[in-house]
């Protein structure tokens, strides 16, 4: 974090710019933290910086409060120019209670800033998380910048003009904090007003309640002598193409994306789901949608979720099922069937840490082998993975065109960490969105021998292989389903050990034939030995760490998939390019073992399953040793 002090000053407290601040909201799953790290992700957005976020869940739905598995934080990253990463490590935390120092003080660099809420440090509070004495009394926050603020008592204290206890009344300390930091970065405030008001408008006075806790928090970091200098983040106006833009989730990208690709492809949408985490909330945002034809089925279970997607498409929908990993094994003999009926369907598995049940609320990539291989029999399935939040939006288009075009389920990769952390979106131009329509069968596509004119339902584009797809009711186009194997063309119920390796082949040859772009490497001035290739979420972090290798004199080449199945055509080519390849992943290591079987390549694998995202530092430090090796 770079710093220059402005001249100007306000109420004669100073005004410093930054270039970059990561701020870290910590406390109690039921202290509001992400509602605060949203709020001030918000406004910042507002403002213009870039962003990128990291919300982060207890993984118990309602884990004791005060304790270290309760607490809930939220990080923002913003900047004057353009960021990939919501950062290393937090310059400021703001601590609610000693379970969320105790849990985050190990991501605190010495000489960050501290703010915490000293009305929770009593001695069960500290005694519930291991600590013997008060770090707050005893030296070992000296190497930080401590601010002790009360901010239950300020909340209540502001609030006592209002018909709460208070208990009510503590409940908006989040609020409270929320002003102080918009007051400390200069964030606006009417957008957190008016969501305030929108949110409570059945309850006004719960509204006018957090308001003035808000305002309190502003008003404190203006007049209180322990915040003594305030900070401005300029717009980082050169690092966005002209356009308009918005904050967006992964989540809510993928659903706008889905929603897209059904208006481009003038077909209905229909979502088969049944809730898990971290998957619902595409759930929750399509079942919105109605006014886009859009329908939303919460199923009893896994299987009927994806048992009504198969039946919409069947019927002449776009259908999708969303899920993360441990939905995907029950859902697998579904997807079989849909490669064996040759239909368009949407699998979204928001990736979560497993085995089984896991981590529900934390980020993993191991699903990359369950999502390639994990039917029974040859089963083939293109594979897209969107590498950012706002790219979940043209992920999802782009897996529609390949499930329409090619008739053919695909799996869609996202995870939690793309799935909850937001960033800057331009809103696209509808023109700019592929044409996704397709042709249905109108009537007969075959002639016999005799002269007959019959419909054949596994007579194949010549071109894409795909099959015609026939809405059923159609007069003159009845023909069977079902998973047990068909002659091709006829699709009639078939036993012939010819015909079957002939349908395994051909539904693999449709998969391997299917259009991706060739794998574009970032090597400026071509001197590179090492590539670091990556795939889904990793982005942002190997990006980040690939400039700071750049920065100090490396040569470095980068490039990451999106297709992982198939793999672009010049993937090969691209691999034997190099010296070294350097593959990180969330997992043990699925892709680098794929690259190895099939390019016959040797993969440096890096690996992480902490249920978190890669720090950049972490990374930059192995992709120095892999350049040290190569020379």
Not at 446 to 455: K, N, R
Request: with cysteine.
């Amino acid at each position: 974090m770079t710093t220059e002090v402005d001249q100007a000053s306000q109420d004669n407290k100073d005004v410093r710019r930054l270039d970059r601040v990561i701020i870290r909201f910590a406390g109690d799953s039921g202290d509001g933290m992400q509602l605060t790290g949203d709020r001030f992700t918000s406004e910042t957005a507002s403002l213009g910086n870039d962003l990128s976020t990291l919300p982060n869940f207890p993984a118990e739905i309602r884990a004791p409060a005060g304790t270290l598995p309760g607490v809930s934080s939220f990080q923002v990253h913003f900047a004057d120019h353009d960021i990939l990463t919501p950062g290393d490590a937090p310059n400021v935390l703001v601590a609610m209670n000693p379970a969320a120092l105790k849990a985050n003080l190990p991501d605190v660099p010495r000489g960050a800033e501290i703010i915490v809420n000293t009305d929770e440090f009593n001695s069960r509070a500290l005694a519930k998380v291991g600590y013997a004495g008060n770090p707050l009394e005893d030296g070992s926050l000296d190497g930080f910048s401590v601010h002790l603020v009360p901010l239950t008592t300020l909340t209540v204290e502001a609030l006592k003009g209002f018909d709460l206890t208070r208990k009510e009344a503590g409940r908006s300390k989040n609020m409270f904090a929320l002003g102080l930091l918009s007051w400390m970065y200069h964030r606006p405030t009417e957008g957190t007003e008016k969501f305030l008001r929108s949110k409570f408008a059945k309850r006004p006075e719960i509204a006018e309640a957090n308001i003035t806790a808000f305002r309190a928090g502003w008003n404190f970091g203006e007049t209180t002598e322990d915040f003594a200098v305030s900070y401005e983040v300029a717009p980082a106006s050169s690092a966005f193409p002209a356009g308009t833009y918005r904050n967006i989730s992964g989540n809510l990208a993928l659903a706008y994306g889905l929603v897209a690709a059904a208006e481009r492809a003038d077909l209905p949408l229909f979502l088969g789901s049944y809730p898990i985490t971290p998957a619902s909330d595409v759930l929750h945002e399509l079942s919105k949608h109605k006014n886009f034809g859009v329908r939303t089925f919460q199923a009893e279970d896994e299987i009927a979720g994806i048992g009504a997607a198969l039946g919409a498409s069947f019927g002449g929908a776009l259908g999708v099922t969303t899920t993360s990993g441990p939905g995907v094994a029950l859902k697998s003999e579904t997807i079989g069937l849909a490669v064996s009926l040759e239909l368009p369907l949407l699998i979204i598995d928001i990736q979560r840490g497993g085995p089984s049940t896991g981590l529900p609320t934390k980020t993993e990539q191991a699903d990359l082998l369950q999502a390639m291989y994990g039917r029974n029999g040859e089963a083939p399935v293109p594979i897209v993975a969107p590498a950012t939040p706002a790219e979940c939006f043209t992920a999802a288009l782009d897996a529609a065109r390949i499930a329409l075009t090619y008739r053919t389920p695909v799996f869609l990769l996202s995870d939690g960490y793309l799935a909850n952390g937001s960033e800057p979106w331009r809103v696209p131009d509808v023109e700019e969105l592929p044409d996704l329509r397709v042709q249905f069968a109108t009537g007969p596509n075959h002639q016999l021998a005799d002269g007959t004119e019959v419909f054949w339902p596994y007579k194949r584009d010549e071109t894409t292989l795909a099959r015609p797809w026939a809405v059923p009711g159609t007069p003159g186009l009845e023909h069977r389903i079902g998973g047990i194997e068909k002659q091709d063309g006829t699709g009639n119920i078939s036993y012939d050990p010819a015909n079957h390796e002939h349908m395994v082949r051909i539904r693999q040859a449709k998969v391997d034939g299917v259009s991706v772009p060739d794998l574009v490497v970032d090597d400026p001035g071509g001197q590179a030995k090492v590539l670091v290739l990556g795939w889904g979420s990793t982005y942002g972090p190997i990006t980040a760490a690939v400039r700071r290798i750049r920065r100090a004199g490396g040569h470095i080449a980068q490039t990451h998939l999106r297709s992982l199945n198939p793999f672009p055509a010049n993937l090969g080519e691209v691999l034997r390019a190099y010296d070294r390849v350097v593959v990180p992943e969330m997992n043990l290591g699925q892709l680098a073992t794929l690259l190895r079987a099939k390019y016959l390549v040797d993969i440096r694998s890096l690996t992480q399953v902490t249920g978190l995202p890669f720090k950049a530092e972490q990374l930059a430090s192995a992709f120095k040793e892999a350049l040290d090796d190569a020379h």
